[in-house]
């Protein structure tokens, strides 16, 4: 277990660690990976037509109009505003959900568990904002603003939960960005040409960097090898076709890449390849960084 110091630290160290929580795992993601069948429907919802996860920029809403009912329910005199807000977040918490759902189904175990936690947080934070809406409705204005105040907290606690997802779990975040500091300027020899496999997905190193090399003929493609998404090893991969381009498929998630340019087809991911620059020298081949 990672060594913390700070007492929160610890709290979410044992919720990454809760081992009980898998089958609570298993059994949601069945559903969520059932209801988000269509490829098209889990593209548009993890941001890949954004090129960007998409739950992130939905958060802003939820978490926007509760903070400012939160500062208004505080101020004399605000009439019907805050509750028009507190409305507005709970309208708007349904796709920030569907799309976070869509995300958390394609991570790693610790990081569902967290997730799990994160959601659990913030569903109960809808159902208090909820709760403050019949309250205000029904002319009870005190109990509305109190039950609001117990929503902001949970919602603040699964907004911790979703910075330690990102931030200290690096889900979402773009695991190949690095290359460009790690790779060695210039061209860089991979071996023979001829040597390589034709027409399946390879592995070479330069320097403790990791690529994916694949060769068709006389034509080749190299790409950074750790998928974007979660580092999957896209050498272990399958080689596609889509929309007449050939693509790899990450072996860990399915995120799937353009070889020509690596560009995303399908997510997860939403953070491109890198592809490497490439020329044949005396029969070897080399590889640089793109200009």
């Avoid at 081992?19 to 490829?39: E, F, I, N, R, Y």
């Avoid at 909820?130 to 039950?147: E, N, Q, W, Y």
């Avoid at 080689?239 to 997860?268: K, M, N």
């Amino acid at each position: 277990m990672p060594i913390s110091t700070a007492p929160v630290d610890n709290v979410v160290d044992r919720i990454e660690n809760a081992g009980p929580l898998d089958p609570v795992v298993k059994a949601v993601k069945s559903v969520v990976t059932a209801l988000l069948k269509p490829q098209a429907v889990r593209d548009a919802l993890h941001g890949v037509w954004l090129g960007h996860p998409l739950h992130p920029v939905l958060t802003d809403v939820p978490i926007g109009t509760w903070s400012a009912a939160a500062i208004l329910d505080a101020v004399p005199g605000t009439g019907p505003a805050a509750s028009t807000l507190i409305a507005i977040g709970c309208a708007s918490a349904v796709p920030t959900a569907v799309s976070g759902w869509a995300d958390w189904s394609q991570l790693h175990p610790p990081q569902q568990r967290v997730g799990l936690v994160h959601a659990a947080a913030n569903v109960t934070g809808l159902g208090l904002y909820t709760a403050s809406l019949l309250a205000r409705a029904k002319g009870h204005t005190l109990r509305g603003k109190a039950l609001a105040y117990a929503g902001f907290g949970a919602v603040m606690a699964g907004g911790y939960l979703g910075g330690h997802l990102v931030f200290r779990q690096a889900a979402g975040t773009n695991h190949v960005a690095d290359t460009l500091d790690l790779f060695p300027s210039g061209w860089q020899e991979i071996g023979r040409f001829d040597d390589l496999p034709d027409g399946a997905p390879t592995k070479r190193t330069v320097e403790g960097v990791d690529l994916l090399v694949v060769r068709r003929g006389q034509h080749v493609d190299v790409l950074t090898n750790r998928c974007s998404h979660l580092s999957g090893p896209l050498s272990d991969g399958s080689f596609t076709v889509e929309g007449g381009q050939g693509c790899i498929v990450c072996p860990w998630h399915g995120s799937t890449f353009r070889l020509a340019d690596g560009a995303v087809v399908h997510g997860p991911t939403t953070s491109p390849q890198l592809r490497f620059e490439t020329r044949v020298v005396n029969g070897a081949l080399e590889v640089r960084l793109p200009a």
